[in-house]
């Protein structure tokens, strides 16, 4: 189910110094995880993937994510040690139109010797926040018994 994000995280996608990984999956299972900068998020919410390379295990993995319906993962990290995960699914690979001509012209503006091979449309359907002192407390919250004998001495 598709869900709405929220200001602060396309925030995160539009800054060009926030470094997103996204991870996919080959028809094997096995993951193939890359640093992409080619994300946005278009009005409706969804994910907006470009891929330059036609022949890329990326590219390869998200078409196999759309014939088996699979997700896929996306973190956004920014230098301020904020992170979220975003889990969604791959619903649509644009390859000619007018959707894919504005991303193509902007690709051929930054990049005069690159071609757009696939504009991808990823639903975001789960977003969880993994902010490494966020996770901390919440783990700490919720599981307080686990934690190492140790550090309730006090010395």
């Given at each position: 189910m598709a869900i709405k994000?929220?200001?602060?995280?396309?925030?995160l996608f539009e800054d060009k110094d926030t470094l997103k990984v996204l991870?996919?999956?080959d028809k094997n299972g096995t993951p193939h995880v890359v640093f992409k900068n080619s994300f946005h998020i278009n009005e409706?919410?969804?994910?907006?993937?470009?891929?330059?390379i036609e022949t890329s295990e990326t590219n390869r993995n998200l078409v196999s994510s759309i014939w088996f319906n699979r997700k896929v993962a996306v973190n956004v990290f920014r230098n301020d040690k904020k992170s979220y995960q975003i889990k969604g699914k791959p619903i649509k690979a644009l390859i000619s139109g007018r959707i894919f001509e504005k991303y193509y012209k902007e690709?051929?503006?930054?990049?005069?010797?690159l071609d757009l091979s696939t504009v991808w449309i990823i639903e975001p359907e789960e977003v969880k926040e993994e902010t490494f002192n966020i996770r901390i407390e919440k783990e700490a919250k919720e599981h307080p018994l686990l934690i190492h004998l140790d550090r309730l001495v006090k010395s």
């Amino acid at each position: 189910m598709a869900i709405k994000l929220s200001k602060e995280i396309k925030e995160l996608f539009e800054d060009k110094d926030t470094l997103k990984v996204l991870a996919t999956t080959d028809k094997n299972g096995t993951p193939h995880v890359v640093f992409k900068n080619s994300f946005h998020i278009n009005e409706e919410g969804q994910l907006v993937y470009l891929e330059i390379i036609e022949t890329s295990e990326t590219n390869r993995n998200l078409v196999s994510s759309i014939w088996f319906n699979r997700k896929v993962a996306v973190n956004v990290f920014r230098n301020d040690k904020k992170s979220y995960q975003i889990k969604g699914k791959p619903i649509k690979a644009l390859i000619s139109g007018r959707i894919f001509e504005k991303y193509y012209k902007e690709v051929r503006s930054k990049f005069e010797d690159l071609d757009l091979s696939t504009v991808w449309i990823i639903e975001p359907e789960e977003v969880k926040e993994e902010t490494f002192n966020i996770r901390i407390e919440k783990e700490a919250k919720e599981h307080p018994l686990l934690i190492h004998l140790d550090r309730l001495v006090k010395s």
